[in-house]
C-alpha cells in the first residue's frame, strides 16, 4: 500500500539522519567556549579572609586603575595585589550573602582591609549601612589582558606637595632600583604616592616592606604594578 511504502521510507530515512547528525556533532567536537588565558602563577582559587569596606560616590566616574570609568553600579571591587581582571567569589562572614566582582581598581589603602566593594557590590552583601565587614574571598577567574602579571612595589607614602615625594624616591632608588612616584586623583586633590624597590615575589616584597617599615617608621603597603611592561613573566 502507498501508506506502508511512505512509512517504510521514513523509517530508513531516520537512521539515516542520526548517522549524519552524530557524523557531523563529532566534527565540531573540537569546538569548546573559550576559556581564560591565565597569566603564568595566576593564583586561581587563591582564598583571603579579612576585613572589607565600600567605596562610592566620592570616586564614581574616577578612572580606575585598569583604566576603566569607576562605576559604583556596577559589581566591581579593589584589590592591592590580584592582577586587575580577576573574578572573585565574594562571602560574607556575618550574613552569610555572597556576590561575584571582577578587581578592577587598586586599594583599599587603609590598614587592617583587604578590599573594597562597589557600592552594589557592598549592597548585595549587606554591607553599606555597617561600612565594613568580615569577608572571605576566592579567585575563580580571569577576565584581564593577556601576558605575565605586573611586578609587586612597596608603597611608602603618599604626598600632596610632587618635591617631597621626590625626595623620598631618591632616597630610595640606590637601595631599591626601580623606585618611582605615581600621581593619583583623589576626592580631597591630586596625591603623589611613592613606590619603593619591584619585586618578583610576596615574600620578597614583604621582607623589604618590614625593612621599610623599620627604616621610615612609615606603614606601607604592597601593590602590584599594573602600568605597561611592569610585568614578572614566569612567576
Known amino acids: 500500500m502507498p501508506g506502508e511504502k511512505r512509512t517504510s521510507t521514513s523509517r530508513l530515512l531516520l537512521p539515516l539522519f542520526a548517522f549524519l547528525l552524530t557524523t557531523w556533532l563529532s566534527g565540531c567536537s573540537g569546538w569548546s567556549p573559550a ?13 583571603e579572609r579579612g576585613s572589607a569596606s565600600w567605596y562610592g560616590p566620592g570616586f564614581h566616574g574616577n578612572r580606575t586603575a ?9 559589581l566591581t571591587a579593589a584589590h592591592r595585589t590580584l592582577p586587575l581582571g580577576s573574578v572573585a567569589v565574594v562571602r560574607s562572614l556575618s550574613t552569610g550573602r555572597q556576590v561575584t566582582v571582577r578587581i578592577n581598581d587598586r586599594g583599599p589603602f587603609a590598614r587592617g582591609r583587604i578590599l573594597d566593594l562597589s557600592l552594589a557590590g557592598a549592597q548585595a552583601v549587606g554591607m553599606v549601612g555597617r561600612g565594613t565587614d568580615e569577608i572571605e574571598l576566592r579567585v575563580i577567574s ?8 605586573g611586578v609587586l612595589r612597596v608603597q611608602v607614602g603618599s604626598f600632596a606637595d610632587p618635591a617631597n615625594a621626590r625626595a623620598l624616591v631618591e632616597r630610595l632608588r640606590s637601595a631599591y632600583p626601580g623606585s618611582k612616584i605615581v600621581g593619583v586623583d583623589l576626592p580631597d586633590g591630586r596625591r603623589y604616592r611613592v613606590y619603593a624597590g619591584q619585586f618578583q615575589t610576596e615574600a620578597a616584597a614583604e621582607q623589604a616592606a618590614a625593612h621599610l617599615r623599620r627604616a621610615l617608621e ?8 599594573d602600568a605597561p611592561g611592569a610585568t614578572t613573566g614566569n612567576p
Do not use: C, Q, W
Open 142 to 149: 580571569y577576565e584581564g589582558r593577556a601576558g605575565g602579571m
Open 35 to 47: 576559556r581564560p588565558s591565565y597569566p603564568p602563577g595566576y593564583p586561581l582559587g587563591f582564598i
Open 218 to 225: 612609615t606603614d606601607p603597603f604592597i601593590v602590584r604594578d
Open 66 to 74: 585598569n583604566g576603566e570609568v569607576y562605576d559604583m553600579h556596577k
